[in-house]
């Protein structure tokens, strides 16, 4: 099976930083997806790791340790349309195909 | 076209109509897949397409139907729901070139089952 944990909300400032970790157990791991989603809409993608270390994508950045089980998505110089839920989700190898599944999802609120 | 499309947006049904959901992209993608949404909730895989066969299901109930009549299509047919079902249901498809790993979601439609 597999276990993928992130906080369920965080709040922050307009112009500040926000740091959104991810934990995971499970086997057959095939890389980390973020995904941002807001309300009533579909997810978007963000990011993708699957080596470890940083990848930076303008104002996101997202982090992967497969050592750790571990990853975060940092969101800098934050701007109120940032206010989303931030999903955190693993591919597995199966014999079938690639399976992506979620974490629960960080709902960021920006606040002015 | 880097979109995919999903119709109808908003549907509401008894628990004895029958239903299709529709998705379509023209992205050459060769895997399509649908998740099913609950509020605040993550989106949970319900089946799995690679190359218009079906090749995950994970453990769906049979009064949820889907097809893959082409590389573009993908349906998913519904009949006698219960009011449970009621959820926003997400296509997404992924190419190969990368091991189909990066999904790209549809809008999505919501469900409604009274």
């Known amino acids: 099976g597999q276990n993928i944990d992130q906080p369920t909300e965080m709040t922050a400032t307009e112009g500040a930083i926000v740091q959104i970790n991810c934990t995971y157990q499970?086997?057959?791991?095939?890389?980390l997806f973020w995904y941002q989603q807001h309300a009533g809409e579909a997810p978007t993608f963000l990011s993708y790791n699957v080596l470890d270390g940083l990848e930076e994508k303008g104002r996101f950045s997202s982090f992967l340790s497969r050592s750790k089980g571990y990853s975060y998505l940092l969101l800098k110089e934050l701007q109120m349309k940032d206010s989303a839920s931030y999903l955190c989700?693993?591919?597995?190898?199966?014999?079938?195909?690639?399976?992506?599944?979620f974490g629960g999802g960080t709902r960021v609120l920006v606040k002015p | 076209d880097t979109e995919v499309t999903q119709t109808p947006k908003h549907l509401v049904m008894g628990m004895t109509n029958k239903k299709s959901l529709k998705c379509e992209q023209h992205?050459?993608?060769?895997?399509m897949y649908w998740y099913k949404q609950k509020a605040k909730k993550p989106p949970e895989l319900m089946f799995v397409y690679s190359y218009e066969k079906l090749s995950i299901n994970e453990s769906v109930p049979s009064r949820f139907s889907p097809e893959c009549p082409n590389s573009s299509l993908l349906n998913l047919h519904l009949h006698a729901l219960q009011p449970e079902d009621s959820a926003l249901y997400l296509c997404?498809?992924?190419?190969?070139?990368?091991?189909?790993?990066?999904?790209?979601f549809g809008p999505g439609t919501r469900l409604l089952v009274l």
């Open positions: 989700a693993v591919v597995m190898i199966k014999a079938a195909g690639n399976k992506l599944t």
């Open positions: 499970t086997s057959g791991f095939n890389g």
């Open positions: 997404a498809s992924s190419a190969q070139r990368d091991g189909g790993k990066t999904q790209y």
């Open positions: 992205m050459g993608h060769r895997a």
